[in-house]
């Protein structure tokens, strides 16, 4: 027998994947080797940032909070990393330590400020948007800095399977935050909190705790993604991930996770990544201009919006 709780995921997870196999199909048919392995491990190496970035976002909009820094602060984690390992001769554990504590500091601040005095997420992390890219600038003298080959290994495909540790990682953290999410205490207080903060506070539980939290964990996430590209470029960038907030506010979305708080997968969220990356990887592939590889970005990430509003009135009619 169908339960209305198996309905929900068939929906949830069957539409993004028919989405993709259908993204896949036209590809398929309209450019030469885009149904290939080599292909799928392509896409698969180019995502972890934006997968890290989106799954921490999705923490951050259950709560029904913001975060628009991500991307500057991904950039800022990225410049600690190549001044310690390329000016003070760091190694690259510890340069990954010091990179990620900035981050997880980053996150802390936007969440504290925000929180305790009240402030909008919205502008507190857009304040924290220019910090973290000043900062970038500065550390990085506005040039990009060259750190060697010691940082590639975290980008560099394992041999027999093709996929960096840094995809790994990120594949890691989507879990790990689904489980954060769908099974602990933590992930329930997180949704009750998105759902209707003021009901949790009369309650008897203390919200800032958890809020803030979340914004230090979407910091760390943000060191992590921050290593990716670093890592491939062997050089940090003081314009790594500009704009990378908006995709990966996209890409929850699309995965279904709701602006106004209360509702969020990081399962659904990667789905998500992933149609944008086939989406992008297609485009590419058939030469498409960027205006109009934006114009069509924008167009499905309408349309994914249409049809999870159709899904979730549905879901209520049905309730």
């Not at 400020?113 to 000043?134: C, D, E, K, N, T």
């Amino acid at each position: 027998m169908i339960t209305k709780q198996m309905k929900g995921t068939v929906l949830q997870y069957g539409g993004l994947l028919t989405a993709l196999a259908l993204l896949i199909l036209v590809f398929s048919l309209r450019t030469d080797s885009f149904f290939q392995i080599s292909t799928a491990k392509l896409i698969a190496n180019q995502i972890p940032e934006l997968t890290l970035l989106a799954v921490g976002m999705t923490l951050v909009l259950v709560i029904g909070q913001i975060d628009l820094s991500v991307g500057s602060v991904m950039a800022l984690a990225g410049a600690v990393l190549g001044v310690l390992m390329a000016k003070h001769d760091w190694s690259l554990g510890p340069a990954i330590l010091a990179s990620l504590a900035t981050a997880a500091t980053c996150g802390w601040a936007t969440g504290a400020i925000s929180i305790w005095f009240r402030i909008p997420s919205f502008i507190v992390s857009l304040g924290m948007l220019q910090i973290a890219r000043g900062a970038t600038r500065r550390l990085l003298e506005s040039k990009t800095l060259t750190i060697g080959s010691d940082v590639a290994v975290i980008s560099e495909p394992l041999a027999g399977i093709g996929l960096s540790p840094a995809f790994l990682i990120a594949i890691v953290a989507v879990f790990a935050v689904q489980f954060l999410i769908s099974s602990t205490v933590f992930g329930r207080y997180c949704v009750a909190i998105g759902t209707n903060a003021e009901a949790v506070r009369m309650s008897g539980i203390r919200t800032t705790p958890y809020a803030i939290a979340v914004f230090v964990i979407s910091g760390l996430l943000c060191g992590l993604a921050g290593l990716a590209p670093t890592s491939l470029m062997e050089a940090a960038d003081p314009g790594m991930g500009n704009g990378i907030e908006l995709s990966a506010i996209a890409a929850c979305v699309i995965g279904g996770t709701s602006l106004m708080g209360g509702r969020g997968n990081a399962i659904s969220t990667f789905l998500g990544v992933l149609v944008i990356a086939v989406l992008q990887t297609g485009l590419s592939r058939m030469s498409v201009e960027d205006a109009n590889k934006q114009i069509i970005t924008g167009v499905v990430i309408i349309i994914a919006v249409l049809i999870d509003t159709v899904r979730r009135n549905w879901e209520k009619s049905e309730a």
